[in-house]
């Protein structure tokens, strides 16, 4: 920068701001202050609901291309597929139809044991129904993201079911749509037990879409094809939805756990309906013992 | 076709500053387009982006970068900052050696803009990872190698406004 000479300074011919370097760290230090508030602190919840309002309108836009091809490629579907498909989807119901009265009748006998006995009556799960729209195109995690929201009263939280069994749980609501991070995710912890013996275990994502239960000791009981489901330890996922099944048990675990890979029951990489349920609150411990809080985050 | 760069003779009107915030908004709805987990899907907005800080560095640069980062860390969902870093990186790059690469033919431009690419990229992952995430694989370099051959079609296409017809004068020199 020139100095001015007597009070004038030289004409802004060539203007060009501060220094490309200065500019650049200038910048890099913004991107990793945001980084850190975002990633530490969690902070920027609340910018990103507000930016989103914006960006919905140009995803919304940017989905529409997608959705056209999709819908025209159904238009053109064959009329018989999708016959066989209705006339499949009506023995269904009417297989259902009898297991929900046989349900009610239980349910009935169920309270009624359970006041006998003077235990407590289970919860009542709401549940809304929901369509994936399009998984989450950030290749270092497994979510996707459904066409319910704010709007619809989906909390954050929120266990997210398919007809099988869990996908995931819901890590961000806007006011349309809401984020599902899947049980894949590397991050998505699910507290779970093994059906046939009734062992707790806590279940991670291992990647590539499989599951891994860790902190197992190396002689648990375990077979090959045993169902895990959730244990319901954590208060928001109601006990018992099926989660997986056990693929490989390998027992020379050189850390002293056993290393157990597991595949997801549900279609969990399958985009279609699924049901999100009312989170369950918490339980709190009745006795002063502090339990550490297990489950998703 | 004969692309204009320093060594060719061609000569092209100057940019209109709308027709570069147009592409960058275009780019930014590509790759804002549902089409799910496919690693081979060129990021477009790191491209685009390239692409101008090499050919009008005064015009777009490291604070258009920040801008279209912060954007793509939303409509992404992953962790804010992480798309603006890269691309501030990227923009500054590509500014630095825009004066070196636009001497080059189109080929050897875009062998210039395969490491800047993957370097962005790089960033990406290096800030993901040291956030607990989960390695996807190097499929997730596909994507840039994609995109340095896609180069030269889209530097036709967004220098096209700017082409002047090539009416042979005699009399004039260029």
């Given at each position: 920068m020139a100095s001015p000479v007597a009070g004038h300074s030289p004409p802004p011919f060539f203007?060009?701001?501060?220094?490309?370097?200065?500019r650049l760290v200038l910048l890099v230090s913004a991107a990793l202050t945001l980084l850190v508030v975002d990633y530490r602190l969690h902070y920027l919840e609340l910018v990103r609901q507000a930016l989103s309002v914006v960006a919905t309108p140009l995803q919304i836009a940017a989905g529409m291309p997608v959705k056209g091809v999709r819908s025209a490629g159904e238009y053109f579907a064959d009329l018989a597929?999708?016959?066989?498909?209705?006339?499949?989807?009506r023995r269904e119901q009417v297989a259902l139809g009898t297991v929900r009265l046989?349900?009610?009748?239980?349910?009935?006998?169920?309270?009624?044991?359970r006041s006998l006995l003077d235990m407590r009556e289970r919860v009542q799960v709401n549940a809304q129904v929901a369509e994936v729209i399009y998984a989450v195109r950030d290749p270092f995690s497994r979510r996707v993201v459904v066409d319910k929201g704010m709007t619809q009263g989906i909390e954050p939280g929120s266990p997210v079911v398919d007809d099988i069994g869990v996908i995931g749980q819901v890590t961000r609501v806007y006011p349309l749509n809401a984020e599902v991070t899947l049980i894949s995710d590397k991050d998505q912890a699910l507290p779970v037990q093994i059906a046939r013996t009734g062992v707790r275990a806590v279940m991670f994502g291992a990647g590539s879409g499989t599951l891994e239960l860790r902190y197992l000791a190396v002689d648990v009981d375990l077979r090959e094809g045993d169902r895990i489901v959730t244990s319901g330890l954590d208060g928001v996922f109601a006990p018992g939805l099926p989660v997986a099944r056990v693929k490989s048990v390998d027992r020379d675990g050189s850390g002293g756990f056993v290393r157990i890979l597991c595949v997801p029951v549900a279609g969990v990489e399958a985009h279609s309906t699924v049901l999100i349920m009312t989170p369950g609150k918490p339980v709190e411990p009745e006795a002063a013992t502090p339990a550490r809080k297990t489950g998703g985050k | 076709m004969n692309q204009p760069s320093f060594s060719s003779r061609r000569i092209l009107r100057p940019v209109r500053p709308w027709f570069i915030w147009l592409s960058l908004a275009c780019a930014l709805l590509l790759n804002l387009m549902p089409l799910g987990r496919t690693p081979v899907l060129p990021d477009w907005v790191a491209l685009v982006l390239c692409f101008w800080c090499v050919r009008e560095p005064q015009r777009s640069g490291m604070g258009t970068a920040f801008v279209l980062g912060l954007a793509m860390d939303v409509g992404y969902g992953s962790l804010m900052g992480q798309h603006a870093l890269a691309y501030v990186l990227l923009a500054y790059a590509a500014g630095t050696f825009s004066r070196r690469i636009l001497w080059f033919g189109p080929f050897r431009q875009s062998l210039h803009v395969l490491p800047m690419l993957v370097g962005t990229q790089l960033v990406m992952l290096l800030v993901?990872?040291?956030?607990?995430?989960?390695?996807?694989?190097?499929?997730?370099?596909?994507?840039?190698?994609?995109?340095?051959?896609l180069w030269h079609p889209i530097s036709f296409v967004l220098l096209l406004p700017q082409y002047r017809p090539e009416n042979k004068d005699e009399n004039r020199p260029i």
């Open positions: 203007r060009r701001g501060p220094a490309p370097l200065v597929r999708l016959q066989a498909e209705n006339a499949q989807l046989r349900q009610e009748q239980l349910d009935m006998e169920n309270t009624r044991l | 993901r990872l040291a956030a607990d995430a989960e390695f996807p694989g190097f499929t997730y370099f596909a994507g840039s190698v994609i995109a340095t051959l």
